[in-house]
């Protein structure tokens, strides 16, 4: 769910920060947010927001369409409200500003130049979603999405399979397996994949470390999926009407093709921030934002925006284009952000926090890490919490050292590693684009399963092979 630290809008009004009296509040040098501290009744704002994306949909969804972002800022002042009166206006505007140039802005910035610039991208011809055709796009996007991110990777296809399914009934599994897929499970081979293994690689691990250790595991899970998709969608075809004769038999071609070069631009900068490392940092009320983050985000806004010029508008209107999906995206996910920041303090807090116990389960009595519950506790906080955090925390737990975490206890990587990027497809919220893809597909006229009816999929399809992964190679 987290992405890239940093952020160019960030930088922006962190300047004005910096120039305007606010400065002048009390000094939070040495201020964070103590998760020792804190009690389970800081994480209700966040329990609050995620069932209000569960519920309000399915019992309000007219108030829900128009209000969401209301919603969403409910929760968020449930939060900074009670922090302000806790701790100060300086140590609440600390931490909201941590988390909005930190991360939140980074996350908005990245996704709206994937949005936009695989918005001007349209496969045109005739293509008709059969069983084949969408089991092979799945295929090729869960390849696509280790290299060019799973955002990328969904962001590019999604269009396509909704519009070559279009004329189908059951068509909701089409998208359902797409997340599970393309914006989940493909990620799993290199630190552009997915942002988990890309905090992996700031840390030391190797870049083709994920591509060596976890490439049979996703091979084992891709490879399952596939097949069970193919017969599931076999299945539900042979009860939908033909499709619809073909006016003309269009040959297929890309539209707006050089949009692929913005997009390889966009992977190229979030590398570059990666491995770029100038050692000029900008304060910012105390917030730290580092110049190849700003550098990144400046080429991101701008390879948007060059796409946004130069692709013609007919191309983004065949592709039904509109700004919807990213601002609901953005409203939800500020109040998220918001509120998940207790319950990430109480995370790191480790053994000293009133999560000590979810901590512990991954140690043995004699002090060895358990590996099979390294994968599961870490894919099921993956699944509602930050996904690149989680792996943190866990990373550290697991002692944080990468020459010792690629060594001896390199199947411990490979758990905390798999753990996060697999089970970010549990559940709407546990990676970026898995929400976009949702909102996307419904705006486009494809039912999607609520939140919860979402999770019913999940269960049945994932959690029995996760299951598999376990034994396989964590037990």
Same mark, same amino acid.
């Given at each position: 769910?987290?992405?890239w630290a940093?952020?160019?809008?960030?930088?922006?009004?962190?300047?004005?920060?910096?120039?305007?009296?606010?400065?002048?509040?009390?000094?939070?040098?040495?201020f964070?947010?103590?998760?020792?501290?804190?009690?389970?009744?800081?994480?209700?704002?966040?329990?609050g927001?995620?069932?209000? +994306?569960?519920?309000?949909?399915?019992v309000?969804?007219?108030?829900?369409?128009h209000?969401?972002?209301?919603?969403?800022l409910f929760?968020?002042?449930?939060?900074?409200?009670?922090?302000? &009166?806790?701790?100060?206006?300086g140590?609440?505007?600390?931490?909201?500003?941590?988390?909005?140039?930190?991360?939140?802005i980074?996350f908005?910035?990245?996704?709206?130049?994937?949005?936009?610039?695989?918005?001007? +991208?349209?496969?045109?011809?005739?293509?008709?979603?059969?069983?084949?055709?969408?089991?092979?796009?799945?295929?090729l996007?869960?390849m696509?999405?280790s290299?060019?991110?799973?955002?990328?990777?969904?962001?590019?296809?999604?269009r396509?399979?909704?519009?070559?399914?279009?004329?189908?009934?059951?068509?909701?599994?089409?998208?359902?397996?797409?997340?599970?897929?393309? $914006?989940?499970?493909?990620?799993?081979?290199?630190?552009?994949?997915?942002?988990?293994?890309?905090?992996?690689?700031?840390k030391?691990?190797?870049f083709?470390?994920?591509?060596?250790?976890?490439?049979?595991?996703m091979?084992?899970?891709?490879?399952i999926?596939?097949?069970v998709?193919?017969?599931?969608?076999?299945? !539900?075809?042979?009860?939908?009407?033909?499709?619809?004769?073909?006016e003309?038999?269009e040959?297929i071609?890309?539209?707006?093709?050089?949009?692929?070069?913005?997009?390889?631009? +966009?992977?190229?900068?979030?590398?570059?921030?990666?491995?770029?490392?100038?050692?000029?940092?900008?304060?910012? !009320?105390?917030?730290?934002?580092?110049?190849?983050?700003?550098?990144?985000?400046?080429?991101?806004?701008a390879?948007?925006?060059?796409?946004?010029?130069t692709t013609?508008?007919?191309?983004?209107?065949?592709n039904?284009?509109?700004?919807?999906?990213i601002?609901?995206? $953005?409203?939800?996910?500020?109040g998220?952000?918001?509120?998940?920041?207790?319950?990430? &303090?109480?995370l790191?807090a480790g053994?000293?926090?009133?999560?000590a116990?979810v901590?512990?389960?991954?140690?043995?009595p004699?002090?060895?890490?358990?590996?099979?519950? !390294?994968?599961?506790?870490?894919g099921?906080?993956?699944?509602?919490l930050?996904?690149?955090?989680? !792996?943190?925390?866990?990373f550290?737990?697991?002692?944080?050292?990468?020459?010792?975490?690629?060594?001896?206890?390199?199947?411990?990587?490979?758990?905390?590693?798999?753990?996060?990027?697999?089970m970010g497809?549990?559940?709407y919220?546990?990676?970026?684009?898995?929400?976009?893809?949702?909102? +996307?597909?419904?705006?486009?006229?494809?039912?999607?399963?609520?939140?919860?009816?979402y999770?019913?999929?999940?269960g049945?399809?994932?959690?029995?092979?996760?299951?598999?992964?376990?034994?396989?190679?964590?037990?």
């Amino acid at each position: 769910m987290s992405w890239w630290a940093g952020g160019a809008l960030a930088s922006v009004v962190g300047f004005a920060l910096t120039v305007w009296p606010v400065t002048a509040t009390a000094a939070v040098e040495g201020f964070a947010l103590d998760g020792g501290t804190l009690s389970l009744w800081w994480a209700i704002p966040f329990a609050g927001i995620l069932l209000s +994306i569960a519920v309000f949909p399915l019992v309000a969804p007219v108030f829900w369409h128009h209000h969401f972002g209301k919603v969403s800022l409910f929760w968020a002042l449930a939060i900074l409200v009670p922090m302000t &009166a806790a701790h100060g206006f300086g140590f609440t505007l600390y931490e909201l500003l941590h988390t909005a140039l930190l991360e939140y802005i980074p996350f908005i910035i990245l996704l709206f130049s994937l949005f936009t610039v695989t918005g001007g +991208i349209r496969v045109a011809g005739s293509v008709v979603g059969t069983p084949a055709f969408n089991t092979g796009l799945l295929a090729l996007g869960t390849m696509l999405a280790s290299w060019m991110g799973t955002t990328g990777a969904a962001m590019a296809l999604i269009r396509t399979l909704l519009r070559a399914n279009a004329w189908r009934r059951h068509r909701a599994h089409v998208v359902v397996f797409f997340i599970f897929l393309v $914006a989940n499970i493909g990620g799993s081979l290199t630190p552009l994949g997915d942002p988990p293994l890309f905090l992996g690689f700031l840390k030391g691990v190797p870049f083709f470390w994920p591509t060596v250790h976890m490439f049979l595991p996703m091979l084992f899970v891709a490879g399952i999926l596939l097949l069970v998709f193919w017969l599931l969608d076999l299945w !539900y075809v042979r009860h939908e009407e033909k499709p619809p004769p073909r006016e003309v038999d269009e040959p297929i071609h890309i539209e707006g093709w050089h949009n692929f070069f913005f997009l390889a631009g +966009i992977v190229g900068a979030v590398l570059l921030s990666g491995v770029w490392r100038p050692g000029i940092t900008f304060e910012i !009320y105390h917030v730290e934002v580092e110049l190849q983050n700003l550098v990144r985000d400046l080429l991101l806004l701008a390879f948007a925006g060059l796409s946004w010029i130069t692709t013609p508008p007919e191309v983004r209107e065949a592709n039904d284009f509109t700004w919807f999906p990213i601002q609901e995206v $953005a409203k939800l996910f500020a109040g998220i952000f918001v509120t998940i920041i207790p319950v990430i &303090a109480m995370l790191k807090a480790g053994t000293e926090g009133v999560l000590a116990p979810v901590v512990a389960l991954v140690t043995r009595p004699d002090g060895t890490p358990n590996d099979a519950m !390294y994968f599961w506790v870490t894919g099921i906080l993956s699944s509602f919490l930050d996904n690149a955090p989680t !792996y943190l925390v866990f990373f550290n737990a697991a002692g944080g050292d990468p020459a010792v975490l690629t060594g001896e206890l390199q199947r411990t990587l490979l758990a905390i590693s798999a753990g996060a990027v697999f089970m970010g497809a549990n559940t709407y919220i546990g990676n970026a684009p898995n929400f976009m893809v949702r909102a +996307i597909a419904e705006e486009q006229g494809t039912p999607m399963p609520s939140f919860f009816g979402y999770m019913l999929w999940s269960g049945a399809f994932l959690l029995p092979v996760f299951v598999l992964v376990t034994l396989i190679w964590f037990a």
